[in-house]
């Protein structure tokens, strides 16, 4: 199902609820048994209050049980503060975190998301008759498969509120291949594949921005014209992006074999055991037009 024009698509509050008879993310058609009132930014996904803008429509219950389960650890994980990293707002969430923090399990160690940090040991050899052992300890972190299925669904969301029509109530899902490009917590916004990505889709014609006025939550969709190619981008809880393509699984391959590959640089080399890291490099605000697009072009 194609698009309904050529013009960016925004929910506004008279746009914002959907009748529709398929499923939005899986497109299954739905009966009055078979459909779920479905928010598609989790109302407890953000800290609470900081919502202003939402895509409400119908689900079936099986896509609506598997995005809130991806949502339980995702929310709070996107949601703690990183040293350094946590906008001023974020400080409006910690009532949310206080109340997710005792309940919510992390899929990725199976343990509660407050006791997930990860804690990374690495011994090596600095020089002949010195060897060194120091622990790294990170934050809480998302599994990235989890991620990326999230990222589909919301994604798929909007891509179907793009093909919409109101006379059969009816929409379409995302056309071909989906892929996750990178997923990147805030102080590596900047480093070089995120900032290609953005400098290059910019240019891409807009289809749907929803942007609340806090940006808790934020979502483009780009396509490139003429092809079938489209860009997408999310950020969550104003500490967590993740971006990708999809469509055409030909375009999709050649679009992300043209991504820079980040370089890792050696801490351990060992025979059975090779550690690597990179350092993280943040983006100036001043930098930061992931999400702009032009004011007016909103139909």
Same mark, same amino acid.
């Given at each position: @199902?194609?698009?309904?024009? %050529?013009?960016?698509r925004?929910?506004?509050p008279?746009?914002m609820?959907?009748?529709?008879?398929?499923?939005i993310?899986?497109?299954?058609?739905?009966?009055?048994?078979?459909?779920?009132r479905?928010h598609v930014?989790?109302?407890?996904?953000?800290?609470?209050g900081?919502?202003?803008i939402?895509?409400?429509?119908?689900?079936c219950?099986?896509? %609506?049980?598997?995005?809130?389960?991806?949502?339980?650890?995702?929310s709070?994980?996107?949601?703690?503060?990183?040293?350094?990293?946590?906008?001023?707002? @974020?400080?409006?969430?910690?009532?949310?975190?206080?109340?997710k923090?005792?309940?919510?399990?992390?899929?990725?160690t199976g343990?509660?998301?407050?006791?997930?940090?990860?804690t990374?040991?690495?011994?090596?050899?600095?020089?002949?008759?010195?060897?060194?052992?120091? %622990?790294?300890?990170?934050?809480?972190?998302?599994?990235?498969?989890?991620?990326?299925r999230?990222?589909?669904?919301?994604v798929?969301?909007?891509?179907y509120?793009?093909?919409?029509?109101?006379?059969?109530r009816?929409?379409?899902?995302?056309?071909?291949?989906?892929?996750v490009?990178?997923?990147?917590?805030?102080l590596?916004?900047?480093?070089?594949?995120?900032?290609?990505?953005?400098?290059?889709?910019?240019?891409?014609?807009?289809?749907?921005?929803?942007?609340?006025?806090?940006?808790?939550?934020?979502? @483009?969709?780009?396509?490139?014209?003429?092809?079938?190619?489209?860009?997408?981008?999310?950020?969550?809880?104003?500490?967590?992006?993740?971006?990708?393509?999809?469509?055409?699984?030909?375009?999709?391959?050649?679009?992300?074999?043209?991504?820079?590959i980040?370089?890792?640089?050696?801490?351990v080399?060992e025979?059975n055991?090779?550690?690597?890291?990179?350092? #993280?490099v943040?983006?100036?605000?001043?930098?930061?037009?992931?999400?702009e697009? #032009?004011?007016?072009s909103?139909?």
């Amino acid at each position: @199902m194609e698009e309904i024009d %050529n013009h960016l698509r925004t929910p506004s509050p008279h746009e914002m609820a959907l009748r529709n008879h398929n499923c939005i993310y899986c497109c299954r058609p739905l009966t009055r048994a078979t459909r779920t009132r479905e928010h598609v930014i989790g109302r407890n996904f953000v800290p609470k209050g900081r919502l202003d803008i939402n895509l409400i429509a119908w689900a079936c219950d099986q896509c %609506n049980n598997d995005k809130s389960d991806l949502e339980d650890d995702i929310s709070l994980i996107s949601m703690l503060p990183v040293i350094a990293q946590s906008p001023p707002s @974020m400080d409006k969430g910690s009532a949310d975190i206080a109340r997710k923090i005792p309940r919510a399990i992390s899929r990725r160690t199976g343990k509660l998301v407050r006791d997930s940090q990860e804690t990374l040991t690495i011994k090596g050899q600095i020089f002949p008759g010195l060897t060194v052992t120091f %622990n790294m300890v990170t934050s809480p972190q998302a599994d990235p498969e989890r991620v990326g299925r999230l990222a589909h669904y919301h994604v798929t969301a909007f891509h179907y509120f793009t093909t919409y029509r109101k006379e059969t109530r009816l929409g379409g899902g995302v056309p071909g291949a989906f892929a996750v490009a990178g997923d990147y917590r805030r102080l590596d916004w900047g480093n070089e594949r995120a900032r290609y990505f953005m400098n290059a889709t910019k240019p891409w014609d807009p289809r749907f921005v929803l942007k609340g006025k806090e940006a808790f939550f934020q979502a @483009m969709v780009r396509r490139r014209l003429p092809d079938m190619l489209w860009s997408w981008a999310i950020e969550w809880n104003q500490s967590f992006r993740v971006f990708g393509f999809y469509g055409d699984e030909k375009l999709v391959e050649d679009a992300l074999g043209q991504l820079p590959i980040l370089k890792m640089n050696p801490i351990v080399e060992e025979p059975n055991r090779r550690i690597r890291m990179r350092t #993280e490099v943040a983006l100036p605000e001043a930098d930061d037009i992931l999400f702009e697009h #032009e004011i007016g072009s909103a139909v």
